[in-house]
C-alpha cells in the first residue's frame, strides 16, 4: 500500500487490517486493481497546449491538448511533456507534479497513487520583428540600420492577396502560381490571388510566384494582424531578346500606399556629353536595338496607381555594356505612407537571373520620411572593359528634395546630379497600370480577429556575430527601436556572409568578394617575346611573364612592370596604359587595378645621337650632313645633334674656312674615316652614341721672352697656355699663340741677388713696381725682363775701428780688415748696426751715406752706398781740467786762449769738445789732443766737434779730430 493512504487512516485500523490479512490472504488476492484519473490543464493559455503523454492511458489514449484527462491504474507512473513555447508564450514550470526533469523542466512525472492534476504554466514573452532581413553590401565598405518592431500578439492567420505581374510590361499574369508556407492557389484573370497564411514570430511572410516562361520569384513581406496585406510581384520572361543577350534590369513592385513610387537612374556621359538621367519625363522608351547608338538604358513605364512594376533597364550593346557608374534611385513622388512602409521591392535581374533582391531600409536617427524622399538603392560600376561590373548596396534616403540640394558627398560623380529631383515636372497617369482585384479564397476561410495591445516594454539587445561587422549605434532598447551597423570593406575575393541577432531576430549581411581585374600586358616592335617582371604575383601566384600574356589581380592592386631594356634587336621606348612610370627611361609602369587594365611595352630600333662640334670657332660653323636624321635634320650650324639608326653611315662636309674667312680648316677629330681636299669629308658609322669636331686654325705667333741681369733662370708666369698648352716658363723662353691672343706676363720682384727694374717690349705693364707685362699677339714679339744689383761699401775708422762691429739685417757684408762691402738688389731696405765690446772705446758715429751717432743705419738701395762706422776711445774726464796750457788748466780751448803766448803748446786730454775756435796769436802754437789726466799719455785721440779758425800766427794739430 502507498504511504497516501497511510495518511488517511487511524493506528487502529492499521493494526485491523494486519490481522484481516493473515487469515484472508486468498481473498485479497483476486480483488480488483483500483484506478484513477489524471487531469492536465494549462494557464495562459488556458488550453490548446499539446502534451506528450507516456504511457497511452487504459483506454490506449496519450499524448492530448489541454485540457484533458486520461485514466491510469494505481500506482502507474506518467510522464508528461510541454512544449517550451505556445503561441508566443514561454513554458514557466508545473505544478501537480511529483518531480520534473529535462530541458528547462518541461518533463513531469506523477504516480497515479490517487487521481491528479497537473497545470502547465506559460507567460507572455517579448518577440521582435526586424526589417529588413538582410542587406548586400559590395565588397567596399558599407553602413546600414535595422528596424526593431516589437510584436504583442501573434495571429494564426493573416489575410494576403498577391499581384503577379509581368516585369517588362507590367501586364498581368492569370494563372501565375502563388506559395506561402502550406497555402498554395493559382491567381486570377487580373494576376490577383488571395490566400490566408500563418504570421510567425518574426511578423514576415515568404511569397514565391512562377509562371510558364517566367523566371521565379520569392520574396518576404511584412505583414500586420487584423488588416488586408498586399503584396506585388513581378516576373521576368526568360524568352525577351534583352534576357536573352543579358541585359541588367531594375524592377520595383510596392503594395496599396504610397500610390507613386518612380524610378531613377543616372549613368555615364554619352558621346562626351553630361551623365544621362532615365526617369518618367525622360524614359527613352526606345525598345531594345533602336537605343543601341544613344542612351544604353531605358524606362518602361511610370505607374501611378500603387503596385507597380517600374522596369529600368541597361542594355548591351555589342555584347557590352557602357563603362561607366550607374547610380539607380526610387523617388516617393506622392501618396501616404512613406517608402520605407512602402512594401517596395526592387528586384535586380541579368537577363532572365535574378541577382539580387533590395528592400528599403530603416530611417537613419532624425530622418522622418514623407513625400519628396529618396531612396538610393544601388550603385553598379561597369568595368572598363564593358563586361563585368560591381554591385554595392547603397540603401540610404536624402530628402526632401524640394527643399534644396541633394547631393551626396562622395558619391556624386558630377556637379549635374546634385539637383535631380528638384523641381520635377508634374506627369499624368499612364494607361497600362495593373487594377488589383481579390480573388476568393480556397475554402471561404478567414482572417481571425485580433485585438491589438499596448507596445509594452520589452527589452531587446544586438550583437554582430561576426568581427568584420560592427554595431555603431542601437546595441539595445526597449520596445520599437533601430540598429544602425557597418560593414569592413571585403579585401578577399570570395563572397562572405555575417549575421547580428537583434531581439532573437536574425539579420544577415551579404558582402561580395573584390572583384578580379584582369590585366594584360602586351609589347610592339616586337609584338611578343618581351619579358616583363611583376610585382606582386596575382591571385594565381604567377607573376613575370612574358608578352603577351595575363594576370589577375584584386581590385584597386597596386601593380609595378618593369620591362626589358632590349627585345628582338630594339630598345625600349615606352609604356602605355599605366597610371604612372617611372626608372630610367620610364622603364618601370605603375598601375592601380582599379578596372581590368591593358599596358603595352612599346620598343623602337635603337637609335644614338651624333654630336657635332666645332673649335676656333666653337660654334657657328656650318656643316652638311647626309642623310637626313630620324626627324628629317640635315645640315647643321656648330654645335648640333641628330639622332639616326643604329648601323647608319653619317657623312659630314666640313668648309674649308670659318669664322669670316680668317680660320682655315685643319682637322676632323671623332670620325671613323676622312677624305676630301684637306681631309674635310668626315665618315661615321653609328653603331653607338658619338661625338664628331671640325677643328679650325688661326694664324699664330712666337712670343720670346728674356731677362737682363740675370740674362737667364728668371721665373715667368704665363697666362693664357700657349697652343700646345704651355704657360709659365724660364728665361729664356718661347710660346706661340694664335693672332690677337693678349698675353699677360709677371715677373718676380727679385731674382738672385738682381731686383726687377723694367719690362721692355711689352704694350703696357701694371702692378707694383711694373712687375706685370700685356702682350697683343697680332704679331711676333720679344719682351726682356730687367734686373739691377747695387754694391754697399762700409769702413771701420777711429781708434778702435779694429775692435769695433758692424752687421747688416740683409745681406752679408764681406770683410777685409776694416773694410766691407755686399751686393743687393734695386731698391732693397738695409739696415746697419754699429757696436764695440771693448769698454774702453766706443761707437763715435756714421759718415758717407749715413751719419749721426746713433748705432743704427737705415739705407734704400736705390744705387751703390758707402759709409763709415768711427769708433773712438771712450772720452776721460780730467779733475783739474781737460786743457792744460804750460801749468794752467782749463775746461775748454776758448778759456786756454788767454793763457796762449808764442810758441805755447796746448795740452787737450782725450774728450770731445764741442766748440768754434778761433785763434789770433802771433807765432806758432800746437794744439796736441789724446793725452791721459797726466796730459803725459797719449791714451787715444781728442775730437773738436765745430770749427777751428786761424786769423793769426801757426798752429801744429796733432791727435786731433775736427768735425
Given at each position: 500500500?502507498?504511504?497516501?493512504?497511510?495518511?488517511?487512516?487511524?493506528?487502529?485500523?492499521?493494526i485491523l487490517e494486519v490481522c484481516l490479512s493473515l487469515f484472508f490472504i486468498s481473498l485479497t488476492a483476486s480483488a480488483v486493481i483500483a484506478s484513477y484519473e489524471l487531469?492536465?490543464?494549462?494557464?495562459?493559455?488556458?488550453?490548446?497546449?499539446?502534451?506528450?503523454?507516456?504511457?497511452?492511458?487504459?483506454?490506449?489514449?496519450?499524448?492530448?491538448?489541454?485540457?484533458?484527462?486520461?485514466?491510469?491504474?494505481?500506482?502507474?507512473?506518467?510522464?508528461?511533456?510541454?512544449?517550451?513555447?505556445?503561441?508566443?508564450?514561454?513554458?514557466?514550470?508545473?505544478?501537480?507534479?511529483?518531480?520534473?526533469?529535462?530541458?528547462?523542466?518541461?518533463?513531469?512525472?506523477?504516480?497515479?497513487?490517487?487521481?491528479?492534476?497537473?497545470?502547465?504554466?506559460?507567460?507572455?514573452?517579448?518577440?521582435?520583428?526586424?526589417?529588413?532581413?538582410?542587406?548586400?553590401?559590395?565588397?567596399?565598405?558599407?553602413?546600414?540600420?535595422?528596424?526593431?518592431?516589437?510584436?504583442?500578439?501573434?495571429?494564426?492567420?493573416?489575410?494576403?492577396?498577391?499581384?503577379?505581374?509581368?516585369?517588362?510590361?507590367g501586364a498581368a499574369i492569370p494563372n501565375a502560381a502563388v506559395t506561402s508556407g502550406a497555402q498554395s492557389g493559382f491567381t486570377d484573370g487580373t494576376g490577383a490571388f488571395?490566400?490566408?497564411?500563418?504570421?510567425?514570430?518574426?511578423?514576415?511572410?515568404?511569397?514565391?510566384?512562377?509562371?510558364?516562361?517566367?523566371?521565379?520569384?520569392?520574396?518576404?513581406?511584412?505583414?500586420?494582424?487584423?488588416?488586408?496585406?498586399?503584396?506585388?510581384?513581378?516576373?521576368?520572361?526568360?524568352?525577351?531578346?534583352?534576357?536573352?543577350?543579358?541585359?541588367?534590369?531594375?524592377?520595383?513592385?510596392?503594395?496599396?500606399?504610397?500610390?507613386?513610387?518612380?524610378?531613377?537612374?543616372?549613368?555615364?556621359?554619352?558621346?562626351?556629353?553630361?551623365?544621362?538621367?532615365?526617369?518618367?519625363?525622360?524614359?527613352?522608351?526606345?525598345?531594345?536595338?533602336?537605343?543601341?547608338?544613344?542612351?544604353?538604358?531605358?524606362?518602361?513605364?511610370?505607374?501611378?496607381?500603387?503596385?507597380?512594376?517600374?522596369?529600368?533597364?541597361?542594355?548591351?550593346?555589342?555584347?557590352?555594356?557602357?563603362?561607366?557608374?550607374?547610380?539607380?534611385?526610387?523617388?516617393?513622388?506622392?501618396?501616404?505612407?512613406?517608402?520605407?512602409?512602402?512594401?517596395?521591392?526592387?528586384?535586380?535581374?541579368?537577363?532572365?537571373?535574378?541577382?539580387?533582391?533590395?528592400?528599403?531600409?530603416?530611417?537613419?536617427?532624425?530622418?522622418?520620411?514623407?513625400?519628396?524622399?529618396?531612396?538610393?538603392?544601388?550603385?553598379?560600376?561597369?568595368?572598363?572593359?564593358?563586361?563585368?561590373?560591381?554591385?554595392?548596396?547603397?540603401?540610404?534616403?536624402?530628402?526632401?528634395?524640394?527643399?534644396?540640394?541633394?547631393?551626396?558627398?562622395?558619391?556624386?560623380?558630377?556637379?549635374?546630379?546634385?539637383?535631380?529631383?528638384?523641381?520635377?515636372?508634374?506627369?499624368?497617369?499612364?494607361?497600362?497600370?495593373?487594377?488589383?482585384?481579390?480573388?476568393?479564397?480556397?475554402?471561404?476561410?478567414?482572417?481571425?480577429?485580433?485585438?491589438?495591445?499596448?507596445?509594452?516594454?520589452?527589452?531587446?539587445?544586438?550583437?554582430?556575430?561576426?568581427?568584420?561587422?560592427?554595431?555603431?549605434?542601437?546595441?539595445?532598447?526597449?520596445?520599437?527601436?533601430?540598429?544602425?551597423?557597418?560593414?569592413?570593406?571585403?579585401?578577399?575575393?570570395?563572397?562572405?556572409?555575417?549575421?547580428?541577432?537583434?531581439?532573437?531576430?536574425?539579420?544577415?549581411?551579404?558582402?561580395?568578394?573584390?572583384?578580379?581585374?584582369?590585366?594584360?600586358?602586351?609589347?610592339?616592335?616586337?609584338?611578343?617575346?618581351?619579358?616583363?617582371?611583376?610585382?606582386?604575383?596575382?591571385?594565381?601566384?604567377?607573376?613575370?611573364?612574358?608578352?603577351?600574356?595575363?594576370?589577375?589581380?584584386?581590385?584597386?592592386?597596386?601593380?609595378?612592370?618593369?620591362?626589358?631594356?632590349?627585345?628582338?634587336?630594339?630598345?625600349?621606348?615606352?609604356?602605355?596604359?599605366?597610371?604612372?612610370?617611372?626608372?630610367?627611361?620610364?622603364?618601370?609602369?605603375?598601375?592601380?587595378?582599379?578596372?581590368?587594365?591593358?599596358?603595352?611595352?612599346?620598343?623602337?630600333?635603337?637609335?644614338?645621337?651624333?654630336?657635332?662640334?666645332?673649335?676656333?670657332?666653337?660654334?657657328?660653323?656650318?656643316?652638311?650632313?647626309?642623310?637626313?636624321?630620324?626627324?628629317?635634320?640635315?645640315?647643321?650650324?656648330?654645335?648640333?645633334?641628330?639622332?639616326?639608326?643604329?648601323?647608319?653611315?653619317?657623312?659630314?662636309?666640313?668648309?674649308?674656312?670659318?669664322?669670316?674667312?680668317?680660320?682655315?680648316?685643319?682637322?676632323?677629330?671623332?670620325?671613323?674615316?676622312?677624305?676630301?681636299?684637306?681631309?674635310?669629308?668626315?665618315?661615321?658609322?653609328?653603331?653607338?652614341?658619338?661625338?664628331?669636331?671640325?677643328?679650325?686654325?688661326?694664324?699664330?705667333?712666337?712670343?720670346?721672352?728674356?731677362?737682363?741681369?740675370?740674362?737667364?733662370?728668371?721665373?715667368?708666369?704665363?697666362?693664357?697656355?700657349?697652343?700646345?698648352?704651355?704657360?709659365?716658363?724660364?728665361?729664356?723662353?718661347?710660346?706661340?699663340?694664335?693672332?690677337?691672343?693678349?698675353?699677360?706676363?709677371?715677373?718676380?720682384?727679385?731674382?738672385?741677388?738682381?731686383?726687377?727694374?723694367?719690362?721692355?717690349?711689352?704694350?703696357?705693364?701694371?702692378?707694383?713696381?711694373?712687375?706685370?707685362?700685356?702682350?697683343?699677339?697680332?704679331?711676333?714679339?720679344?719682351?726682356?725682363?730687367?734686373?739691377?744689383?747695387?754694391?754697399?761699401?762700409?769702413?771701420?775708422?777711429?781708434?778702435?775701428?779694429?775692435?769695433?762691429?758692424?752687421?747688416?739685417?740683409?745681406?752679408?757684408?764681406?770683410?777685409?780688415?776694416?773694410?766691407?762691402?755686399?751686393?743687393?738688389?734695386?731698391?732693397?731696405?738695409?739696415?746697419?748696426?754699429?757696436?764695440?765690446?771693448?769698454?774702453?772705446?766706443?761707437?763715435?758715429?756714421?759718415?758717407?751715406?749715413?751719419?749721426?751717432?746713433?748705432?743704427?743705419?737705415?739705407?734704400?738701395?736705390?744705387?751703390?752706398?758707402?759709409?763709415?762706422?768711427?769708433?773712438?776711445?771712450?772720452?776721460?774726464?780730467?779733475?783739474?781740467?781737460?786743457?792744460?796750457?804750460?801749468?794752467?788748466?782749463?775746461?775748454?780751448?776758448?778759456?786756454?786762449?788767454?793763457?796762449?803766448?808764442?810758441?805755447?803748446?796746448?795740452?787737450?786730454?782725450?774728450?770731445?769738445?764741442?766748440?768754434?775756435?778761433?785763434?789770433?796769436?802771433?807765432?806758432?802754437?800746437?794744439?796736441?789732443?789724446?793725452?791721459?789726466?797726466?796730459?803725459?799719455?797719449?791714451?787715444?785721440?781728442?775730437?773738436?766737434?765745430?770749427?777751428?779758425?786761424?786769423?793769426?800766427?801757426?798752429?801744429?794739430?796733432?791727435?786731433?779730430?775736427?768735425?
Amino acid at each position: 500500500m502507498s504511504g497516501g493512504l497511510m495518511k488517511k487512516r487511524n493506528f487502529s485500523l492499521i493494526i485491523l487490517e494486519v490481522c484481516l490479512s493473515l487469515f484472508f490472504i486468498s481473498l485479497t488476492a483476486s480483488a480488483v486493481i483500483a484506478s484513477y484519473e489524471l487531469t492536465v490543464n494549462s494557464l495562459n493559455p488556458a488550453s490548446g497546449v499539446a502534451v506528450t503523454v507516456t504511457p497511452n492511458d487504459n483506454s490506449g489514449q496519450g499524448n492530448g491538448t489541454t485540457s484533458f484527462t486520461r485514466t491510469y491504474d494505481d500506482t502507474a507512473e506518467v510522464t508528461l511533456t510541454a512544449p517550451a513555447m505556445v503561441g508566443w508564450n514561454n513554458f514557466i514550470n508545473w505544478t501537480g507534479c511529483d518531480s520534473t526533469s529535462g530541458a528547462g523542466n518541461t518533463d513531469c512525472t506523477v504516480s497515479m497513487t490517487a487521481a491528479r492534476a497537473v497545470t502547465a504554466n506559460y507567460q507572455d514573452v517579448c518577440h521582435f520583428s526586424i526589417l529588413p532581413a538582410d542587406r548586400y553590401f559590395g565588397s567596399n565598405a558599407g553602413t546600414g540600420s535595422i528596424r526593431v518592431t516589437e510584436q504583442l500578439s501573434p495571429c494564426s492567420e493573416v489575410s494576403l492577396t498577391v499581384l503577379v505581374t509581368n516585369a517588362l510590361t507590367g501586364a498581368a499574369i492569370p494563372n501565375a502560381a502563388v506559395t506561402s508556407g502550406a497555402q498554395s492557389g493559382f491567381t486570377d484573370g487580373t494576376g490577383a490571388f488571395k490566400l490566408l497564411v500563418p504570421l510567425d514570430l518574426t511578423g514576415n511572410a515568404i511569397v514565391s510566384a512562377s509562371a510558364v516562361n517566367y523566371g521565379p520569384v520569392t520574396t518576404t513581406t511584412s505583414l500586420t494582424c487584423g488588416t488586408e496585406n498586399s503584396v506585388s510581384v513581378s516576373l521576368m520572361p526568360i524568352n525577351n531578346v534583352g534576357t536573352l543577350r543579358g541585359d541588367i534590369r531594375m524592377v520595383l513592385t510596392w503594395g496599396l500606399n504610397p500610390g507613386d513610387l518612380d524610378s531613377h537612374l543616372t549613368g555615364p556621359s554619352v558621346g562626351g556629353g553630361s551623365r544621362f538621367h532615365v526617369y518618367y519625363v525622360d524614359k527613352n522608351n526606345c525598345g531594345s536595338a533602336a537605343c543601341n547608338a544613344g542612351i544604353p538604358a531605358w524606362l518602361d513605364v511610370d505607374d501611378v496607381t500603387s503596385y507597380g512594376p517600374e522596369t529600368v533597364t541597361i542594355m548591351k550593346s555589342n555584347g557590352l555594356f557602357t563603362p561607366g557608374l550607374y547610380r539607380y534611385s526610387i523617388h516617393h513622388f506622392a501618396g501616404s505612407s512613406d517608402i520605407a512602409n512602402s512594401g517596395a521591392v526592387v528586384n535586380l535581374y541579368e537577363g532572365a537571373t535574378l541577382i539580387r533582391t533590395f528592400y528599403p531600409p530603416y530611417p537613419a536617427a532624425g530622418q522622418t520620411l514623407s513625400d519628396d524622399w529618396v531612396w538610393t538603392v544601388l550603385e553598379l560600376e561597369v568595368d572598363t572593359d564593358g563586361t563585368s561590373y560591381e554591385l554595392n548596396d547603397i540603401g540610404t534616403y536624402f530628402g526632401p528634395v524640394t527643399a534644396g540640394s541633394v547631393s551626396r558627398p562622395g558619391q556624386n560623380p558630377s556637379s549635374e546630379e546634385r539637383d535631380l529631383f528638384r523641381d520635377l515636372p508634374p506627369k499624368q497617369e499612364e494607361p497600362g497600370g495593373t487594377a488589383l482585384s481579390v480573388a476568393p479564397v480556397e475554402g471561404g476561410r478567414s482572417a481571425g480577429a485580433v485585438t491589438p495591445l499596448t507596445v509594452g516594454s520589452c527589452p531587446w539587445t544586438a550583437v554582430s556575430n561576426d568581427a568584420w561587422i560592427s554595431i555603431t549605434s542601437g546595441d539595445s532598447g526597449t520596445g520599437n527601436g533601430m540598429v544602425g551597423y557597418s560593414a569592413s570593406a571585403n579585401t578577399g575575393t570570395s563572397l562572405r556572409t555575417g549575421t547580428i541577432t537583434v531581439g532573437g531576430q536574425t539579420f544577415t549581411v551579404i558582402q561580395s568578394g573584390a572583384p578580379i581585374r584582369t590585366l594584360s600586358v602586351n609589347s610592339s616592335n616586337p609584338a611578343s617575346g618581351v619579358a616583363v617582371t611583376i610585382t606582386p604575383d596575382d591571385n594565381n601566384g604567377q607573376g613575370n611573364g612574358t608578352t603577351s600574356f595575363t594576370r589577375m589581380y584584386v581590385n584597386n592592386t597596386e601593380v609595378t612592370l618593369t620591362a626589358a631594356d632590349e627585345a628582338d634587336g630594339n630598345i625600349f621606348s615606352t609604356w602605355t596604359g599605366c597610371n604612372s612610370t617611372s626608372g630610367a627611361g620610364g622603364i618601370i609602369c605603375s598601375v592601380k587595378m582599379s578596372a581590368s587594365r591593358t599596358v603595352k611595352a612599346v620598343y623602337v630600333k635603337p637609335t644614338f645621337v651624333l654630336t657635332v662640334n666645332s673649335t676656333n670657332p666653337a660654334g657657328g660653323v656650318s656643316i652638311s650632313v647626309d642623310p637626313n636624321d630620324n626627324s628629317s635634320h640635315v645640315s647643321g650650324t656648330t654645335s648640333f645633334t641628330r639622332r639616326y639608326n643604329f648601323d647608319t653611315v653619317v657623312t659630314l662636309t666640313a668648309p674649308a674656312t670659318a669664322a669670316g674667312n680668317s680660320v682655315n680648316f685643319g682637322s676632323w677629330t671623332g670620325c671613323d674615316s676622312t677624305s676630301g681636299a684637306g681631309g674635310s669629308i668626315c665618315a661615321v658609322k653609328m653603331t653607338e652614341t658619338k661625338t664628331v669636331t671640325a677643328h679650325y686654325l688661326m694664324p699664330t705667333y712666337t712670343l720670346t721672352v728674356q731677362s737682363a741681369t740675370p740674362s737667364s733662370g728668371v721665373e715667368i708666369t704665363v697666362t693664357p697656355n700657349d697652343n700646345s698648352g704651355q704657360g709659365n716658363g724660364t728665361s729664356s723662353f718661347t710660346r706661340t699663340f694664335n693672332k690677337d691672343t693678349v698675353v699677360t706676363l709677371t715677373a718676380p720682384e727679385t731674382s738672385g741677388d738682381s731686383g726687377f727694374s723694367s719690362w721692355t717690349g711689352c704694350d703696357s705693364t701694371s702692378g707694383a713696381g711694373g712687375v706685370t707685362c700685356s702682350v697683343n699677339m697680332w704679331g711676333a714679339k720679344t719682351v726682356t725682363a730687367n734686373y739691377l744689383a747695387y754694391t754697399l761699401t762700409v769702413q771701420k775708422d777711429g781708434t778702435g775701428a779694429s775692435l769695433g762691429t758692424v752687421v747688416a739685417d740683409s745681406g752679408v757684408l764681406g770683410w777685409t780688415g776694416v773694410n766691407g762691402s755686399a751686393v743687393y738688389p734695386v731698391n732693397t731696405p738695409v739696415q746697419l748696426t754699429a757696436s764695440i765690446n771693448d769698454a774702453n772705446y766706443m761707437f763715435s758715429g756714421w759718415s758717407g751715406n749715413c751719419g749721426g751717432n746713433g748705432t743704427v743705419c737705415n739705407l734704400i738701395m736705390n744705387g751703390s752706398k758707402a759709409v763709415t762706422a768711427t769708433f773712438d776711445h771712450v772720452p776721460v774726464s780730467c779733475i783739474n781740467g781737460n786743457i792744460l796750457v804750460g801749468s794752467s788748466f782749463h775746461t775748454t780751448i776758448e778759456s786756454s786762449l788767454s793763457s796762449i803766448v808764442n810758441g805755447a803748446l796746448i795740452k787737450l786730454a782725450k774728450n770731445s769738445f764741442v766748440e768754434n775756435v778761433a785763434f789770433e796769436t802771433p807765432g806758432l802754437l800746437t794744439l796736441k789732443g789724446g793725452l791721459n789726466c797726466d796730459f803725459a799719455t797719449i791714451i787715444g785721440l781728442s775730437t773738436v766737434v765745430g770749427s777751428i779758425t786761424i786769423s793769426v800766427g801757426e798752429i801744429t794739430i796733432d791727435g786731433i779730430i775736427i768735425r
